[in-house]
């Protein structure tokens, strides 16, 4: 190695990092590397794999093969009490603090150490919360309760924690997404400090004007690798956006084959202040497929939530067919004709202890077993047809739903869903942990389903998939809808939507 | 099979039980003494029913000792005043759903949790019932035993409406949809609503009905005695529960069936009499109840972490 310039060694350097979660393939051999003095942003789509990236830093997960250097030491995988040690320290978007107890005991239980049996000096842990709050610039007091205070003084505290610790590397993970902007300057006049004191920062954030206003570098993920570290300084948003999103939309999804028909949906300044979903304004026809994208957090979830009753909206009108309607509860909704595919099946689709048949029916009560008393031949004649249309791979069905594969369970859920007969059906990350093949099943089932008449919302953090299915797609961004695009129509362009970036249309 | 392990390990416990009685204790069945026992344990299994429901749905009620105290001295002070058993029984009945839908609206219109519910109204109703009666007992006309029939005769008519009873609600839980509704809101109340089901309303009823029994098990009870004793009904609940969780009905909601609470209660009931026909002291009962209590708790706990895994 030619010695001209000494450059320090990085703080922190991952090699080769990769992690499979089952058959997902959640990062492909990531090299990262962070100096002292800087803020690294890390960059990707819902699912690049900045999360594992994280949780491999923070020793939450260990990385499959790959090999992480912290000062100079080599190590396989860290665990949180190690990253701890070796001065890591993470603040997360919900922070992590006990909401019960005080400021200054949250930080003594953060720092202070000694065995169970020690006696509490409440005078240094006072001196110290007051020290290090000050050296944020937080106007705290150190004996308030952690519950009395705002997301963003929260925030402050786990820095004053990651200071008092002595971290060396600060991870921040969407640290901006529940502040103002008046809160978001104090945070980034704290992070510029952090770096002036030779702090390294890793900088998570979908406001691709934040990662210009204080990163110095960033790194890109797509699908679970890197695909390049750039100075800041050399880059623009559109090229930013072209780098997360840049792969061709392959010919995974099955052709459009029908023409939208009359119209199902139909919302006008639909808005639900409980949920932060406001003034939406979108039709959905018959046949069509109507994607939703956005990033996480946007509200997609929550807007569908609205539509099924769960939150009613409050502002707004909803008609069905051209009639009016109010949603109140999911029942109601069920009754009209409107169908929820939830976006967490294992917790709130298919109850694993039930066998399939009873999943498949049990939205439909009502209209199968008329008489109150079950029918179980009824019940086993429409399973069995479901598991025949779906090809759901299964003993039978009373095989229970917890014995089946993800993409399995996913058709069990959407099955409960198709027998209520809807009109409109509304899919949350139908493909959400399903392996490939399952997915491009599950694809077809969508299309052939649209082709019959359904009219579907499909809502999906899955870029390709939004742009491969959806005839029309939505964009929304903080709770509202940004843009309505044609079909096809590139991911960058899309993307800059989603990123609330017009001059990102040029990229396209 | 395996889907009925649970019930059916209880079962085989039961019959070695039963077994080993034959062989070294066959004293143990003579008729009338059993038809005894079993009858005093008829109002306790119809408890039991209504308790698989209320655990099955995730909760608990540990008030069913006192509502049964309620119920039992309010029918007994109307028998004593001359009503019919045919007005005593539905007022005890209503009596119990009323106590039932206090638990009921606490639980499921609040959302406060049942274990902490049913604990305040277990104290509050025992402990107001022994201010106003001040430990007094209510002495029963005479028609009023057996139904007026003959001893044998009344046992007959109660173990029958029990195991009756029991049969009619273990179909019910299969076969009507409300008792699907049941099993879905105790594994997943969520995903239960979503589906468009009630999970608060399915919870309230399943406490009143819970009450409702306790009422008719309080008649049952109040037929075999000449007088109603203050502290009747005292430590009715750990029996419930314990028969309920050792058959199989997980605390943790939507697992389990009335048959096993059945068998688990056949269980826990013979070993008293198990034990002083086999000449073994009887302070040994409440901790071999205990020990078969624990063992069940912790079957079911190794079984959960197998299905997590």
């Known amino acids: 190695m030619i010695s001209g310039h000494p450059t320090p060694p990085p703080l922190l350097t991952l090699r080769g990092a990769t992690k499979n979660f089952g058959g997902v393939r959640a990062l492909r051999g990531v090299d990262f590397e962070l100096q002292a003095g800087e803020v690294h942003a890390l960059l990707g789509e819902n699912g690049a794999g900045k999360s594992t990236l994280i949780k491999i830093i923070t020793g939450a997960h260990q990385p499959d093969t790959g090999e992480i250097i912290v000062a100079g030491h080599s190590h396989h995988g860290l665990t949180p009490t190690l990253a701890q040690q070796l001065g890591i320290a993470c603040i997360y978007q919900q922070p992590a603090l006990f909401p019960d107890l005080t400021v200054e005991e949250n930080i003594g239980l953060r720092l202070e150490t000694g065995g169970p049996g020690r006696r509490i000096d409440w005078r240094a842990r006072r001196i110290r919360a007051i020290e290090l709050l000050r050296r944020v610039g937080a106007v705290i007091r150190p004996d308030a309760e952690v519950k009395t205070l705002s997301m963003p003084e929260q925030q402050l505290v786990e820095i004053a924690c990651a200071i008092g610790a002595g971290a060396r590397i600060v991870v921040m993970d969407e640290p901006t997404a529940s502040l103002t902007h008046r809160e978001q300057e104090q945070l980034f006049s704290v992070v510029r400090e952090l770096r002036a004191n030779g702090v390294g920062v890793i900088y998570i954030s979908h406001r691709l004007e934040e990662i210009f206003a204080l990163a110095n570098r960033v790194t890109v993920l797509r699908d679970g690798a890197s695909v390049g570290t750039h100075a800041v300084s050399s880059m623009n948003e559109s090229s930013l956006i072209k780098l997360m999103v840049g792969r061709e939309v392959a010919q995974l999804y099955p052709p459009a084959e029908s023409l939208p028909g009359a119209t199902v949906l139909t919302l006008r300044n639909l808005g639900c202040t409980r949920s932060g979903v406001r003034r939406i304004n979108f039709e959905v026809h018959e046949g069509e497929i109507f994607g939703l994208a956005g990033l996480v957090g946007a509200g997609r979830t929550e807007l569908a939530r609205v539509l099924f009753g769960q939150t009613p909206a409050d502002a707004g009108e909803i008609a069905l067919n051209g009639q009016p309607i109010t949603v109140g509860s999911p029942g109601e909704a069920i009754t009209l004709g409107i169908a929820y595919v939830p976006e967490d099946r294992r917790r709130h689709g298919v109850i694993l202890e039930m066998p399939i048949a009873e999943n498949m029916t049990m939205a439909i009560h009502r209209r199968i077993f008329p008489a109150a008393w079950l029918r179980f031949g009824r019940e086993r004649t429409l399973a069995l047809d479901f598991i025949r249309d779906l090809a759901v791979k299964c003993a039978g069905p009373d095989a229970l739903g917890g014995s089946l594969s993800g993409g399995n369970q996913q058709k069990v859920s959407l099955a409960r869903w198709l027998a209520t007969k809807p009109k409109l059906l509304i899919l949350d990350e139908p493909t959400q942990g399903v392996d490939v093949g399952a997915k491009s099943e599950i694809h077809k089932i969508i299309r052939r389903l649209a082709k019959n008449g359904l009219a579907v919302i499909l809502i999906s953090s899955d870029l390709p998939e939004v742009l491969g299915m959806s005839d029309r797609i939505g964009v929304m961004r903080e709770g509202t809808l940004t843009a309505v695009l044609p079909g096809g129509t590139s991911a960058a362009v899309v993307m800059a939507a989603a990123l609330g970036q017009n001059e990102g249309r040029g990229a396209a | ?309």
Not at chain 2, 71 to 85: F, K, Q
Not at chain 2, 138 to 158: E, H, I, K, M, R
Not at chain 2, 232 to 252: H, P, R, T, Y
Request: net charge positive.
């Open chain 2, 1 to 309: 099979m395996s889907r009925y392990f649970r019930e059916l390990s209880v079962l085989g416990a039961l019959i070695v039980i039963l077994l080993g009685l034959a062989v070294f204790a066959p004293a143990f069945f003579q008729p009338q003494p059993l038809l005894s026992l079993v009858t005093r344990e008829a109002p306790t299994l119809v408890v039991a029913c209504g308790m698989a429901l209320v655990i099955i749905t995730r909760q608990i009620d540990i008030s069913v000792g006192s509502q049964f105290s309620v119920c039992s001295v309010c029918a007994g002070l109307l028998a004593a005043r001359g009503w019919p058993l045919a007005l005593v029984l539905p007022s005890s009945i209503i009596t119990g759903a009323l106590l039932g839908a206090i638990n009921g609206a606490l639980v499921a219109g609040l959302g406060l949790p049942s274990i902490v519910v049913t604990l305040a109204t277990m104290v509050t109703l025992r402990q107001g019932l022994n201010l106003l009666r001040q430990g007094e007992f209510v002495n029963l006309p005479d028609n009023v035993q057996w139904f007026g029939q003959s001893q044998s005769a009344g046992q007959w008519t109660l173990v029958i409406v029990a195991l009756l009873f029991l049969g009619a609600l273990g179909w019910s839980m299969r076969h009507l949809a409300v008792g699907r509704w049941v099993y879905a809101v105790g594994t997943d109340a969520e995903a239960s609503r979503l589906a468009g089901l009630r999970p608060q309303l399915i919870t309230y009823g399943v406490f009143v009905f819970l009450g409702a029994l306790t009422g008719l098990a309080a008649i049952m009870n109040l037929v075999q005695s000449p007088q109603i004793q203050p502290a009747v009904g005292a430590g009715l609940e750990l029996k419930v529960i314990a028969a309920v969780v050792v058959g199989g009905v997980a605390i943790s909601g939507g697992r389990g069936n009335l048959w096993g609470g059945f068998v688990g209660l056949l269980l826990l009931t013979c070993i008293s009499p198990a034990l002083t026909h086999l000449h073994i002291e009887a302070y040994w009962e409440k901790a071999i109840q205990g020990a078969i209590i624990l063992l069940a708790v912790v079957a079911d706990g190794i079984r959960q972490r197998r299905v997590n895994r």
